[in-house]
């Protein structure tokens, strides 16, 4: 992946050279305080979110959460781990909040509680990778973040169709893991 990004950087700085070489270094520096201005905003946003989850789960809220969230669990990964279910949990909150980097951590822990050990991934654990990757949201803070960085004047405009976008391609991917699973599971037989 650096490669890729050493060759993106390489290439357009030889573009600007060759359409406008005067402004290479003042387009450099402007390029380098927008992204310092971007991440201390983003660092902002991170932080209080961060630190509403950690009262969550310092409160015992994550606990009750896991407990409202049991029969969606149960049914959608089959864990019977309180403490597992209480991280999904908590990864699935996290992701509704927009949160993706927030919810990383919670996700590995669940993760390594889910290894059983064989070399290849459970269907919990393959559902885990799938929700977490397109994570209904119902509050895309990060977006917003970004938005309102950029400038923009309706930041919030993006929460009903993040909503319904990411509904359907959630339920979708439920259905076609566990379409998949079944797949496999009679192949095997």
């Not at 980097?101 to 799938?130: E, F, Y």
């Not at 405009?157 to 496999?184: E, G, Q, R, S, W």
């Given at each position: ?17 060759w ?11 402007d ?95 393959i ?25 923009s ?28 699973h ?8």
């Amino acid at each position: 992946m650096n490669r890729i990004w050493l060759v993106m950087i390489l290439l357009s700085i030889c573009f600007l050279l060759w359409s406008d070489p005067g402004s290479v270094l003042s387009e450099m520096l402007d390029a380098s305080s927008q992204a310092l201005s971007l991440s201390a905003q983003l660092c902002a946003v991170y932080a209080v979110w961060m630190g509403i989850l950690e009262l969550v789960q310092a409160s015992g809220l994550s606990q009750k959460l896991a407990k409202i969230l049991h029969p969606v669990i149960k049914k959608v990964f089959n864990v019977k781990d309180p403490e597992t279910e209480a991280l999904i949990a908590m990864n699935i909150s996290a992701n509704m909040l927009g949160l993706g980097n927030a919810s990383t951590p919670l996700a590995i822990k669940a993760m390594k509680r889910m290894d059983t050990g064989s070399p290849v991934a459970s269907p919990a654990m393959i559902m885990l990778i799938v929700i977490n990757a397109t994570s209904i949201q119902l509050l895309p803070t990060t977006v917003i973040g970004l938005r309102q960085a950029a400038g923009s004047t309706s930041a919030a405009d993006i929460i009903l169709p993040t909503l319904i976008t990411t509904v359907c391609t959630t339920v979708l991917a439920i259905v076609l893991v566990k379409l998949c699973h079944k797949i496999f599971k009679r192949r095997q037989k």
